[in-house]
């Protein structure tokens, strides 16, 4: 390698220009399709865990405390933002922004969490979605709340009229 052919490289890059994008100082926009990260939307969201079962990374945790509260938890770590579990999510509750610039120094900035009210048969334990606000209102049975956390939850919505519910005691009045 000569000295002569170095100069040639130099000369012909010099020749090209600047190709780079000034970046950091002038933000480009994404194009129309691209897929950043994921958004939640719980008014949306029927619980299915349709999205927690296809996600590749598995970025999306669910736990269920009990039979009325299904908690969807998207860590957001090892994402690839490949849209799978917008995709399958049959409320398209989920969509992908075109947020890229995620850098963060907590990680737990990345992550969302969900708390699902999930309506249940009491005859299957199938979950159906969450009733409106006026039949919440008329909702009958049992009710657990839990007052550390100040949060409404139901223990269970449902009775037979006539019929004693499990752990109750029949009192005869003379």
């Known amino acids: 390698m000569s000295l002569l052919s170095k100069l040639k490289e130099v000369g012909i890059c010099l020749r090209a220009g600047k190709v780079t994008l000034p970046y950091p100082f002038q933000p480009d926009t994404p194009p129309e399709r691209f897929r950043g990260k994921p958004i939640f939307d719980a008014d949306k969201c029927i619980g299915c865990a349709g999205c ?11 736990f269920d405390p009990c039979q009325e509260v299904r908690t969807i938890k998207y860590l957001g770590r090892r994402c690839t933002f490949c849209g799978r579990c917008a995709e399958v999510c049959p409320e398209k509750a989920i969509t992908m922004s075109r947020d890229f610039e995620l850098a963060t120094a907590r990680i ?21 979605p969450e009733p409106g606000y006026l039949e919440q209102l008329k909702l009958k049975g049992y009710r657990v709340d839990d007052l550390e ?6 223990s269970s919505k449902s009775f037979i009229e006539g019929q004693s519910a499990a752990g109750d005691i029949e009192i ?3």
């Open 149 to 154: 956390k100040e949060q409404w939850v139901y």
């Open 172 to 174: 005869e009045l003379e």
């Open 52 to 62: 927690a079962n296809n996600c590749p990374a598995r970025e999306i945790l669910v």
């Open 108 to 128: 737990a900035d990345l992550g969302q969490e969900l708390r699902l009210f999930m309506g249940t048969c009491q005859r299957c334990g199938r979950c159906y």
